[in-house]
């Protein structure tokens, strides 16, 4: 997922369900940016947040990504598996079944989320 465009992608930000960490955010990105320069991309999971976190940091909203798919075995286990582990490719399964019939046949449930929201701050330098 890594966007070469930017020097940094922040790829998660979470604190222990029902905590708050009043500040936490600004504390840790005021810290990585006295240690590091280079914009800075990051992605709130729209399920679950606006992304205000990001805004009031002063990150750019860019884009809402459309919604995107992983799998699930609930035979096996209920761990969600990113969509990327099972490209055609990888399955070595030829042009005449779709990657969702051989994940279906296989006793597997594609699952959607809600899709992504796109934030960068950029560099002061």
Known sequence: ???????WELSRYCVKQNTSCIGGFSKLLKHFQLQYKGDII???DYSRSQG???LKNGFKFIRKNLPSY????????EKRMH????TKQ???????ITEKEYMENNGYKRIYDCGT???VKRSLL
């Open 1 to 7: 997922r890594y966007n070469k465009n930017y020097t």
């Open 42 to 44: 990051s992605y709130a």
């Open 52 to 54: 205000d976190v990001y």
């Open 70 to 77: 992983s799998y699930i075995n609930t035979s096996k286990s």
């Open 83 to 86: 969509r990327s582990n099972f």
């Open 90 to 96: 990888k399955l070595k399964i030829d042009n005449n």
């Open 117 to 119: 929201l796109v934030f």
